[in-house]
Structures are given as C-alpha cells and as structure tokens.
C-alpha cells in the first residue's frame, strides 16, 4: 500500500477487529502492522501498489452479519459469494486494493 493509505487500512482492518500494533523498528518505515488475538497482517509500503492477481487474506469474524453491516457503513461494499462449509463469506477490497475474504466461520479442518 502507499504511505498515504495506512491510516484507511488501519481504519478498516479495525472492522475485522484488528488493532495497530508497533512493528520492530528496523521495519517502521517499511509496514504498517494490525494485530487480533496474535494473528498479524503486515501492510507493507510501496510507492506504486500492484493487487495480487491471485490469493487473498481470510479473516473469520465473530459476528458476520454486523461486520458487514460496519463495513457498508463505512462505504466498503462486501459481495457476498456462495457458502463454504455451511457458512456465508464474503469478498471486499480494501482501501489499498487488497482482497479480503470475510468468513463467518473458519474451514472445518481449523474448528
């Protein structure tokens, strides 16, 4: 992601639950970095961002519906796609382009 952009992403990975946390000081001027119950998502900056044709992050939720609802009201538009395991997820772009699947519970082998 640009510089620019940290504080949107930060923004909106706190509607998945995540908190900005410090990374080490040799990398503060290269990422940003969010954190929920010791799972990191590290946003690194470049000056000209390129989304990943393939691949994404999946984060599960704990309460689906009103994170989605969080992220319309925050002007994200979530698509939500067909269930997995008997259970609704969903795909949205975050403010740096990246893809992140929203799940509202994780594959069975995880649970």
């Known amino acids: 992601m ?15 639950g995540f908190a900005r946390v ?3 000081e040799t990398l503060r001027d290269r990422a940003a970095w969010v ?11 470049v000056d000209d961002p390129v989304t990943p044709p393939r ?24 698509d939500p796609r067909q269930q997995h395991w008997g259970a609704p ?7 740096s382009g990246a893809r992140v699947e929203v799940m509202a519970s994780p594959p069975p082998a995880s649970r």
């Open 35 to 45: 954190e929920r119950d010791g799972t990191q998502v590290h946003l690194l900056f």
């Open 22 to 24: 410090d990374p080490p």
């Open 55 to 78: 691949g994404h992050l999946a984060v599960v939720v704990d309460d689906y519906d009103a994170t989605l609802a969080a992220l319309r009201d925050a002007g994200f538009d979530p």
């Open 89 to 95: 997820r969903a795909f949205v772009r975050d403010p």
């Open 2 to 16: 640009r510089p620019a952009d940290v504080g949107a992403c930060v923004d909106f990975f706190a509607l998945l």
